[in-house]
């Protein structure tokens, strides 16, 4: 393990004996992901509890020429949020940072510090009669500055859009220490080149999101939701577009999954249950929502699968008839990386292609990666706005006889990726790149565009280290 005294002595002195963990035993769950497929090490854990402090951590750090790694809830998908192995890097988590510090009904907004856990935001907004719509599977322990850093994306997107679309300020401390105090709370605001936009999505390699006001909506009141089984993936866009003509924006979910995702789910997370009687190759799951009367909505959905079995592009339905119905099918989307995780080892493609394109994105992807590879294909994803989850799966025993499994894995997901590329999309669309898609990101990027953003990265750090080894190519 790293050791630096001198500097330990600095950090201990700024955030308090509490504020600090160096000792290998309290490392444990700072220093690897989530789906425990990286493990480096730090110099140590800091827990500042304020933007002051955060500040005088970073001074310290970079003064010593140490690494700082920002750290939120620490369910990154793509390595982003721990060290590499010898980094010894100092880990600048914001876990006690995590006071909703206002919500300004009537403005539609809210300002909270970074550490805020995503489902306190959600329920903090509620109890004001607001929304914030971000929504994902870690949304109980992932933090709403990590949720910034990866401007992340979850089921809300189709009509809600990304992170980026929340977010109306941040306070950030930049590589030198310096507070950007940018909390505006505008929708309109023209006075030169929008600087929060730098910082989100750029997965801490430009400084330490402290704060953020985020953009509210109305909350939905009605909701209706149905479990479908599309004839089809060309059945299911032209059903998303049936949708979007009759529901219009009320319309606030499309998700798609295989038969081979549910099954999974099914298996190995306790207390699912199949919403169909039958077996389907597809599934969807579809929300209309709104501040209208419940029972108006429900017939929106009735009406429009009334049209959709009507024309053949549905086979099979169920309609959630109380809230309860509701969250249980809404547990079984939100359970599918907890199930794939038990079942198997995934290799998850983050891709996304314009909506038009996920149909043959899908048959050409899954194609070529049968004819090349001894996996089976799990896809689940958020058809509404392109962004598929493409997985080629292998059982355990089938991945543990592979040899060089690094070099596999990616040879598996430039497949999937180049075909993306061919059809107008993207390698990573909302898990953000870390150190899984670093490589991609020199292999699918021109050069003037890798120029544009080490010339930005140069100007906010210039001795590299913040989050160094992700993103940046
Ligand atoms: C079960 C599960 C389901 C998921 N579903 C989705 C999904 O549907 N959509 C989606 O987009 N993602 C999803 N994710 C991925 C992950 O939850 C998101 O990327 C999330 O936004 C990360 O938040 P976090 O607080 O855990 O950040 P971390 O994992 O701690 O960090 C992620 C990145 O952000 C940086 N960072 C963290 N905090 C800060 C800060 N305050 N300032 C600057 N940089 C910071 C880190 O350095 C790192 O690069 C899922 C993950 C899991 C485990």
Known sequence: ???????????????????????????????EDWRGRYRGDALCVVLPRNTGEVSAVVRAAVAAGVPVLPQGGNTSLSGGSVPFEGEGAVILNLSRMRRIRHVDAANHSMEVEAGCVLADIQAAAVAAHRFFPI????????????????????????????????????????????????????????????????????????????????KLSPLPTAHAVSWLAPASVEAALELLGLFQERCGAQLSAFELMNRKQLDIVLAHVPGQHSPLAE???????VELSDSDDEARLGEALENTLAVAFDRGLVTD?????????????????????????????????DTAVPVSQVPEFIARATAAIKAAFPADVV?????????????????????????????????????????????????SAEHGVG???????????????????????????????????????
């Open 379 to 427: 896809i689940v994803g958020h058809m509404g706005d392109g962004n598929i989850h493409f997985i080629p799966f292998f059982d355990f025993a089938t991945w543990e006889a592979q040899t060089n499994r690094d070099a596999l894995t990616m040879r598996v997901k430039r497949v999937g990726h180049d075909i993306a590329a061919s059809l107008g999309g993207t390698f």
């Open 317 to 349: 339905a169920v309609l959630a008839s109380s809230s309860a119905q509701r969250e249980a099918l809404w547990k079984i989307r939100h359970s599918v990386s907890e199930g794939n995780k038990k079942a198997g080892v995934g290799l998850t493609l």
């Open 279 to 285: 077996p389907h190759a597809w599934h969807l799951l």
């Open 1 to 31: 393990m790293a050791t630096n005294g001198p500097l330990l002595d600095t950090l201990r002195a700024i955030v308090g004996e509490h504020g600090i963990l160096s000792s290998a035993h309290d490392l444990e769950g700072f220093v």
């Open 135 to 214: 929504s994902l599977g870690a949304e109980g322990s992932c933090q709403i500055g990590g949720n910034i850093a990866t401007n992340a994306g979850g089921t809300g997107v189709l009509r809600y859009g990304n992170t980026r679309e929340n977010v109306l300020g941040l306070e950030v401390v930049l590589p030198d220490g310096t507070v950007w105090n940018g909390l505006r709370t505008l929708r309109k605001d023209n006075t030169g080149l929008d600087l929060k936009h730098l910082f989100i999505g750029a997965e801490g390699t430009l400084g330490i999101i402290t704060a953020a006001t985020l």
């Open 435 to 473: 150190r899984t898609l670093l490589g991609e990101m020199q292999h699918y990027k021109s050069d003037v565009e890798i120029a544009m953003l080490r010339a930005v990265k140069r100007a906010f750090d210039p001795q590299g280290l913040f989050n160094p080894g992700k993103l940046i190519p």
